[in-house]
């Protein structure tokens, strides 16, 4: 008879999952037993946190939760942070885990692997942590977890798995996929609300979020009827196009837009938690809405956190946006006219003041973007990251994505980068990550190397934690422990079996990139902060 893991392993394929990322213990041998009847590909990361990484950038190009097969204890406090990144980001991971027999849990009996609680500790990281203590919880605890992935904010959810349960006869629970239900949908005296507020508007701000990452065209088709100047979150970048005419980027901590948006006679707000990392990156809390704001998010909660909104609608961001063009179809609107001239004017007061060092980073993800179309950059938390945060347009949403926000972790870019490239593996996927950040997860080269995922790796060297050394430097702190060792990285990717190269020019770095993208295994570029074609940038 088939146990509990044969059975969730064909569970978990009956919801189209395809992938499945994990360190097999002990504790965990028999969530594999069922893998060989299924489709899914199990990809072997070198330590948990890569595994919970790779799943979020597989997650982030799928839509689907990312899934982890992880060990009792350690595996689970190594998954930790990347759980803790995923949740940040509303993004939809299932963490399946292992914990000691259903008779030890609580017990404190020195057990292999053993935690005091470990749901306890996980729950603070996940949308809800389970302990499954029958196989017959299976189905319905499964249904839970996508209920949430597919109509609710996405998060990670934790699933233990007692020793004995995993094995326990399951034969007889049902195979098939519950009923999921749908996003909800706006309700319509809300819509006329805003349509009314909207209407009225002289100097209307949208604001969008990751929750529009999947409602482009709603998007686009909303801010354009509305004529507004429009900003979009790091997770929301691609929600307009490159070049779009209303659009001012991600840049809500530059004082020209902050003062558009305070000037502005009603925000409207989509699927953003209007959280520090995307309106306040300078950390001063310079940013602030005074005018009624209009808040769209699937998320009751989040409705009303940061900012009180004066209406409030929950709902899906497509469905809520639909509703909401149509509404000021109905009334007869026709907007001003004034936002693209609006959002050149803040524009060019902003751009004029860009940093010099954003020059030579600038020309880096010009040559990335133009010579890859199509790339998929997954960044880390690295200076070329944060004026790209800045100045980058993706082609398309779910195209640059990065651990400076939200949690904040280093050595996300890596791994995430993997996940991707084994989500889209005909797409350029590249790891934007700096020497310090790629030092916590560098062994996962290996794991990219075994799982034929030729990412690209575009180390940004400048031999240090140099955004810290220069924050260290601004305040006249001593900048103790940021002027760190940094290995030959050239020789430890070839060690792991990848490409290594290190370009002399921008030239180069277009040649290597092209190699990069046809070859079956991972190249890692290696761009110095103070080489000649890099510092040709930075004045004398
Ligand atoms: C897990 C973790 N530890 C520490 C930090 C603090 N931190 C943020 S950026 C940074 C420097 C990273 O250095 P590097 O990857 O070389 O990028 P650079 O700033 O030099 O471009 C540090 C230490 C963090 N964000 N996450």
């Given at each position: 008879m088939s146990t509990c893991g044969e059975i969730l392993v064909e569970l978990l394929e009956a919801y189209g999952i395809d992938t499945v990322f994990g360190i097999p213990g002990v504790h965990t041998v028999e969530l594999y037993r069922g893998l060989p009847n299924t489709?899914?590909?199990?990809?072997?990361?070198?330590?948990?946190?890569?595994?919970?990484?790779?799943?979020?950038?597989?997650?982030?190009?799928?839509?689907k939760p990312g899934v982890c097969f992880i060990i009792t204890g350690p595996g689970m406090t190594?998954?930790?942070?990347?759980?803790?990144?995923?949740?940040a980001d509303s993004i939809p991971m299932l963490v399946i885990s292992s914990v000691n027999h259903s008779h030890e849990l609580g017990l404190a009996g020195?057990?292999?692997?053993?935690?005091?609680?470990?749901?306890?500790?996980?729950?603070?990281?996940?949308?809800?942590?389970?302990?499954?203590?029958?196989?017959?919880?299976?189905?319905?605890?499964?249904?839970?977890?996508?209920?949430?992935?597919s109509s609710a904010r996405?998060?990670?959810?934790?699933?233990?798995?007692?020793?004995?349960?995993?094995?326990?006869?399951?034969?007889?629970?049902?195979?098939?996929?519950?009923?999921?239900?749908?996003?909800?949908?706006?309700?319509?005296?809300?819509?006329?609300?805003?349509?009314?507020?909207?209407?009225?508007?002289?100097?209307?701000?949208?604001?969008?979020?990751?929750?529009?990452?999947?409602?482009?065209?709603?998007?686009?088709?909303?801010?354009?009827?509305?004529?507004?100047p429009t900003l979009l979150t790091i997770n929301a970048k691609g929600v307009l196009p490159p070049g779009h005419p209303l659009s001012l980027g991600s840049n809500q901590s530059l004082e020209p837009v902050r003062e558009m948006v305070r000037a502005a006679d009603v925000v409207l707000a989509?699927?953003?938690?209007?959280?520090?990392?995307?309106?306040?990156?300078?950390?001063?809390?310079?940013?602030?809405?005074?005018?009624?704001?209009?808040?769209?998010?699937?998320?009751?909660?989040?409705?009303?956190?940061?900012?009180?909104?004066?209406?409030?609608?929950?709902s899906d961001a497509a469905l809520a946006m639909a509703a909401l063009r149509l509404q000021l179809e109905r009334?007869?609107?026709?907007?001003?006219?004034?936002?693209?001239?609006?959002?050149?004017?803040?524009?060019?007061?902003?751009?004029?003041?860009?940093?010099?060092?954003?020059?030579?980073?600038?020309?880096?993800?010009?040559?990335?973007?133009?010579?890859?179309?199509?790339?998929?950059?997954?960044?880390?938390?690295?200076?070329?990251?944060?004026?790209?945060?800045?100045l980058y347009e993706a082609q398309a949403p779910r195209r640059w994505f990065n651990s400076s926000t939200g949690y904040g972790t280093l050595g996300y870019g890596l791994p995430a980068a993997i996940g991707a490239k084994i989500a889209a593996p005909q797409r350029p996927v590249v790891a934007l990550i700096g020497d310090g950040g790629i030092q916590f997860t560098v062994a996962e080269l290996a794991s990219a190397v075994e799982a034929g995922a030729p990412v690209?790796?575009?180390?940004?060297?400048?031999?240090?934690?140099?955004?810290?050394?220069?924050?260290?430097?601004?305040?006249?702190?001593?900048?103790?422990?940021?002027?760190?060792?940094?290995?030959?990285?050239?020789?430890?990717a070839r060690?792991?079996?990848?490409?290594?190269?290190a370009p002399a020019s921008f030239a180069e770095l277009r040649e290597q990139l092209l190699l990069a993208a046809d070859a079956t295994r991972p190249t890692l570029i290696e761009v110095r902060e103070d080489a000649d074609f890099i510092t040709a940038f930075t004045p004398a």
């Open positions: 489709r899914i590909r199990h990809v072997t990361p070198r330590h948990e946190q890569g595994a919970g990484f790779m799943a979020d950038g597989h997650a982030r190009i799928t839509g190594n998954i930790a942070t990347a759980m803790g990144q995923a949740y020195g057990r292999l692997h053993e935690l005091p609680n470990q749901r306890q500790l996980m729950s603070g990281l996940s949308a809800f942590s389970h302990t499954l203590m029958r196989p017959d919880e299976l189905p319905d605890v499964l249904a839970r977890a996508f209920s949430i992935f996405p998060r990670p959810v934790h699933i233990e798995i007692p020793l004995d349960v995993i094995t326990a006869p399951a034969g007889h629970l049902r195979r098939t996929v519950a009923a999921l239900p749908s996003r909800p949908a706006p309700a319509p005296g809300a819509i006329e609300q805003a349509a009314a507020l909207l209407q009225k508007a002289q100097n209307p701000v949208v604001l969008l979020g990751g929750g529009c990452s999947d409602a482009a065209d709603d998007a686009r088709a909303l801010v354009e009827a509305l004529d507004a989509i699927g953003t938690e209007l959280g520090e990392t995307d309106y306040d990156v300078v950390f001063d809390g310079g940013f602030s809405i005074s005018s009624p704001l209009i808040r769209i998010d699937i998320d009751a909660e989040q409705l009303s956190s940061n900012y009180p909104a004066a209406i409030a609608i929950l009334n007869g609107f026709s907007a001003a006219g004034q936002g693209a001239q609006r959002v050149q004017d803040v524009r060019a007061r902003f751009e004029q003041d860009w940093p010099q060092a954003f020059r030579a980073q600038q020309q880096v993800l010009e040559t990335i973007q133009q010579t890859l179309p199509g790339v998929i950059i997954a960044g880390d938390s690295t200076q070329p990251v944060y004026s790209g945060n800045h690209i790796v575009l180390l940004w060297n400048n031999s240090g934690y140099g955004e810290i050394k220069r924050y260290m430097q601004n305040r006249d702190i001593p900048t103790i422990g940021v002027d760190i060792y940094t290995p030959d990285f050239l020789a430890i060690g792991f079996g990848c490409h290594a190269v």
